[in-house]
């Protein structure tokens, strides 16, 4: 999987916020991850001023610094305002920079696992990039099947 560089300009999103681990995602019974996606996909519509009925992003941030502990996940949407954020629901900034895209086709939610593994994978080999360990986002776009975009903040 070769990734591209792009650039995102800030964006903000409105979503369902969890704190979670690498480590609580491995066990079904701890897993965080499944019901805030569970429960934005319920609620989404509450979610004021979304650019696009179509999409989901997956927004991880406030990343535990040693980097294999604790990180936070919103799934969420992007929004005009955070002006008017749902009981229950958090807004946050997605600020602008430089990111590297690994797009992936397949069966959901293994696709993203498997996405996820090549990513930690490239980024331990040599990469010639540095993550920055800021925001990164999946996005998801409802009208293609089966499809993600993971973006890696990079330095």
């Not at 066990?27 to 991850?33: D, N, T, V």
């Not at 949407?77 to 002006?83: G, P, Q, S, Y």
């Not at 360990?133 to 973006?151: A, R």
């Amino acid at each position: 999987m070769i990734p591209r560089i792009t650039h995102r300009t800030e964006s903000k999103i409105i979503g369902v916020e969890v704190r979670t681990s690498n480590e609580l995602e491995k066990l079904e019974s701890s897993a965080r991850i499944p019901h805030a996606w569970k429960r934005f996909h319920e609620e989404k519509e509450t979610i004021p001023g979304r650019k696009s009925e179509k999409s989901a992003l997956g927004v991880y941030t406030s990343y535990h610094p040693e980097r294999r502990g604790e990180y936070s996940l919103l799934a969420a949407a992007e929004v005009n305002a955070l002006d008017n954020i749902p009981d229950g629901m958090s807004g946050k900034i997605v600020p602008s920079g430089k990111y590297l895209v690994f797009a992936a086709k397949g069966p959901m939610p293994q696709v993203v696992v498997n996405t996820w593994a090549q990513i930690w994978k490239y980024f331990s080999n040599g990469s010639p990039f540095k993550r920055a360990y800021t925001v990164d986002l999946e996005v998801y776009d409802e009208s293609k099947e089966d499809e993600v975009e993971i973006h890696i903040a990079i330095i």
